[in-house]
Nanobody, 123 residues
Framework: QLQLVESGGGLVQPGGSLRLSCVAS????????IGWFRQAPGKVREQVSC????????NSANSVKGRFTASRDNNKNTVFLQMSSLKPEDTAVYYC????????????????WGQGTQVTVSS
């Protein structure tokens, strides 16, 4: 069974950058579309990005478009979320999630979730 572990979160100043990683184990990551989500205290969980199983299709939510980019290295069973020009409102716990889909960047329900990593944007 697929398991996901996120890392790379931390404290960063406004305008800074971070790269989150999501490492998969237990199954072949290349079978899965991956979504990146975030949840801030008191707010609804929001999907911010998606990437297709092969990596050829990726997209981001309007709230982060042009600043956040998903990528993946299936040989290393790892998916990344590169975040730049970070803002205080990007502060949240970030999660990666997976679902088996064919060649789509999936916006919807996901089956497998990581434990999350905290990102705090503050001066």
């Amino acid at each position: 069974q697929l398991q996901l572990v996120e890392s790379g979160g931390g404290l960063v100043q406004p305008g800074g950058s971070l790269r989150l990683s999501c490492v998969a184990s237990g199954d072949t990551l290349a079978y899965y579309a991956i979504g990146w989500f975030r949840q801030a205290p008191g707010k609804v969980r929001e999907q911010v990005s998606c990437i297709s199983p092969g990596g050829g299709r990726a997209n981001s939510a309007n709230s982060v478009k042009g600043r956040f980019t998903a990528s993946r290295d299936n040989n290393k069973n790892t998916v990344f979320l590169q975040m730049s020009s970070l803002k205080p409102e990007d502060t949240a716990v970030y999660y990666c999630a997976a679902i088996r889909r064919d060649n789509v960047c999936w916006w919807g329900r996901y089956d497998v979730w990581g434990q999350g990593t905290q990102v705090t944007v503050s001066s």
